[in-house]
């Protein structure tokens, strides 16, 4: 059964760094083919890809974040991690663990509520 | 980017056919391969995979969804709706790199 659970601050304010910890089971990410993704989504809004982390350590961004974001994995704890540097308000969200199945997001955490607030 | 564009709503009745659209900025095929898939979102809830590379349908969904299309036109179809199909739904391509449609609500008229 794979399960993947997302924790995180809660809240933070503007300027600061978010980090994210990405806990899962049911799978790992050194087997071949398994990558691991970040999705966040504002409230009442839609959906927005950040990154992906593969087993062989490779690694993509959303262009448009990319400067901010840094995605890595500690696969003997079965983990992964998101660190999103100089937060403001625009960055409050529901961020979403993912596990990626060749194309697509096969299987989603429940999600952690992120608050930028000063 | 490739850019999803999708109505915002759909008003539907139960038991009737929903015919929801996606239209992409680019061609998200290539070589035969369809790079379009589908989630289900519920308020409170994680989005769900529904169908992938255009009409696979994931493991567990209902017979009632499908996945059609090609190019840059793209539908999923949900028939008969039933009152558990009350929901959000997006679309995404994996062409470039992710991203997805703003989203259907699909609503009971």
């Known amino acids: 059964q794979v399960t993947l659970k997302e924790s995180g601050p809660g809240i933070l304010q503007p300027s600061q760094t978010l980090s994210l910890t990405c806990s899962f089971s049911?799978?790992?990410?050194?087997?071949?083919?398994?990558?691991v993704s970040w999705i966040r989504q504002p409230s009442g809004k839609g959906l927005e890809w950040l990154t992906t982390i593969c087993w062989e350590d490779s690694k993509g961004y959303n262009p448009s974040l990319k400067n901010r974001l840094t995605i890595s994995k500690d696969t003997s704890n079965n983990q992964a991690f998101l660190k999103i540097t100089s937060v403001d308000t625009a960055d409050t969200a529901i961020y979403y663990c993912?596990?990626?199945?060749?194309?697509?997001?096969?299987?989603w955490g429940q999600g952690t509520l992120v608050t930028v607030s000063s | 980017d490739i850019v999803l564009t999708q109505s915002p709503a759909l008003p539907v009745s139960l038991e009737q056919r929903a015919t929801i659209s996606c239209k992409t900025s680019q061609n998200v095929d290539n070589y035969g391969i369809s790079y379009m898939h589908w989630y289900q979102q519920k308020p409170g809830q994680q989005p769900k995979l529904l169908i992938y590379g255009g009409s696979d349908l994931a493991s567990g969904i209902p017979a009632r969804f499908s996945g059609s299309g090609s190019g840059t036109d793209f539908t999923l179809t949900i028939d008969p709706v039933e009152a558990d199909d009350i929901a959000t739904y997006y679309c995404q391509q994996s062409k470039d790199y992710p991203t997805f449609g703003g989203g259907t609500k699909l609503e009971l008229k």
């Open positions: 049911g799978f790992s990410l050194s087997t071949s083919g398994i990558c």
């Open positions: 993912v596990r990626r199945d060749y194309n697509w997001f096969a299987y």
